[in-house]
């Protein structure tokens, strides 16, 4: 098991990492972490949803992800809330008081769902949540040493050093762990070096004289990784990026306050002569080849805040001059017309007109679509180039979109596997504004493609050769990087893998 002194001190890039070693060494590998709360989701094969990060993990296992990787998925609502995934389906919106007296019954769906993938598969590599030490959730833990504890679990302990305070974080923690926890902590790994790691010698003679614990590595830092994000915590690296020299595109991500699978962008950030802004304010957009509304968790309470922020001023001024502007799912109903929520499914508002820029309506009910998808692009435009080429993505949202006028951009030909005739998507009467309810787009080279050669075209700047996904090379990458700066055979002995 996996375990951080904080979040984001890379807990699920080491998980993801060692997925790929044991794949590679020839054991069959699962992931698995017991709750995540994240946006960013994704849908496995028979159409559930989990957390992105344990989608992620199960590609560099070479196995297809499944709900038992990620049983409970918490997508936050606003105000201590959050609708609450469980093996795949959402059971409702809970606020954080009654979801902790859930818990207990909840371990119950923790443990089946870990005994099912350790029936399955030779090696789970487990990854926690946050910290071990939150001393007012420890009662009622349902992802850390809870989880350890039940079956005996040895636990990697991972501090970050690029944020500063590893050692008080990594002797803090052990301190605040009881005995018998800190008797399951097999050793400590230090993530995020930068510079020579010999210089870390000290430290490293330091943290195992004062914790008795070995340090089992020192991760270097490891920079332009194509992996997706776990949750939205990467935004904050995303903010304030530079602007696009005149050689390059610039593509404008609007930065909703419930911003969801902002990692659909993700592909589009490796390619080069690219820069893509997170941004904040309507002034940010001036100048941007593309600008995108992304998907949001509660999509009338964004849109009301794009509306008091100036967003919509601004949006219905770059469709009059024909500037490319893309909504994806949920940017993609509030470009449309009317938006109705009568059972208050995502908000306590129950109706609101969207921006007006796409013949499309959304009403909003209690079953949720998740699926993935294979598709052909039917309408030529800015994001399909000429059409007729295939794709896949996924769907994950509540509302149910109907088109007023116009064609789809897409025909969606396959639903978890099973054949459909579904239309998707919506373009404006110039093809300048488009919308569509696919996530995953842009990790199909074809639409990567399409969409940045119309653009280069539209500014007059030679059109490069689109850049092959990289992730699967990426996780190949990682792994290189953690097995030459860990002690594997000392985690092959606690795991007793060394027969």
């Not at 990620?70 to 995934?85: D, Y």
């Not at 349902?142 to 039940?150: D, G, I, K, T, Y």
């Not at 390619?271 to 968790?297: H, Y």
Request: some cysteine.
């Amino acid at each position: 098991m996996i375990q951080g002194t904080a979040s984001s001190v890379g807990k699920s890039l080491v998980a993801t990492a060692l997925c790929r070693i044991f794949a590679q060494d020839g054991y069959s590998v699962a992931p698995f972490k017991a709750q995540n709360m994240a946006l960013n989701a994704f849908v496995t094969p028979d159409g559930g949803e989990i957390g992105r990060a344990q989608a992620v993990q199960a590609a560099a296992a070479r196995v297809a992800p499944t709900v038992d990787m990620n049983p409970i998925l918490l997508k936050p609502e606003g105000h201590a809330r959050s609708q609450v995934v469980v093996l795949g389906k959402p059971i409702g919106s809970l606020g954080a008081v009654d979801y902790q007296a859930q818990k207990l019954e909840l371990r119950r769906v923790v443990l089946g769902s870990l005994e099912r993938l350790r029936a399955r598969h030779d090696i789970v590599v487990i990854e926690g949540a946050g910290s071990p030490v939150e001393m007012n959730l420890k009662e009622r833990d349902l992802v850390n040493m809870f989880v350890a504890e039940s079956i005996g679990a040895p636990v990697v302990l991972v501090g970050d050093i690029d944020r500063g305070g590893v050692f008080a974080s990594l002797v803090g923690t052990l301190e605040l762990l009881e005995p018998h926890e800190r008797d399951l902590v097999a050793g400590l790994l230090v993530n995020k070096f930068r510079g020579d790691v010999s210089r870390f010698e000290s430290g490293i003679a330091f943290l195992e004289q004062r914790t008795k614990k070995p340090v089992l590595g020192v991760v270097p830092y490891v920079h332009a990784l194509s992996i997706a994000d776990e949750d939205s915590v990467s935004l904050d690296d995303r903010r304030g990026r530079r602007r696009a020299r005149t050689d390059e595109l610039e593509i404008a991500v609007v930065l909703l306050p419930r911003i969801s699978n902002h990692d659909d962008f993700q592909p589009l950030e490796h390619e080069p002569g690219v820069v893509v802004r997170f941004v904040e304010s309507p002034r940010e957009l001036e100048g941007a080849d593309l600008v995108v509304l992304p998907g949001t968790k509660s999509t009338l309470v964004d849109l009301a805040w794009l509306r008091s922020e100036g967003f919509g001023t601004t949006l219905l001024g770059r469709a009059r001059r024909g500037e490319p502007l893309l909504g994806v799912c949920g940017g993609c109903q509030i470009l449309g017309g009317t938006i109705a929520d009568p059972d208050g499914v995502e908000s306590d508002v129950r109706v609101a007109d969207g921006l007006g820029l796409l013949p499309l309506s959304t009403r909003f009910g209690r079953e949720k679509r998740t699926a993935q998808v294979e598709a052909r692009s039917v309408l030529p435009c800015f994001l399909t180039g000429d059409a007729g080429g295939s794709l896949s993505g996924y769907q994950i949202h509540m509302g149910r979109v109907e088109r007023a006028a116009g064609g789809p951009v897409f025909v969606i030909e396959r639903r978890n596997g099973q054949a459909d005739e579904e239309l998707d998507g919506a373009a404006s009467a110039d093809g300048m504004v488009v919308g569509t309810m696919l996530h995953g787009l842009f990790e199909n080279d074809s639409i990567r493609a399409a969409l940045l050669g119309a653009l280069r075209r539209r500014r007059g700047i030679a059109t490069s050769p689109v850049a092959h996904a990289t992730t699967l090379d990426d996780h190949d990458r990682l792994a290189s990087v953690v097995r030459s700066s860990v002690d594997l055979k000392r985690i092959r002995q606690v795991m007793r893998l060394d027969g």
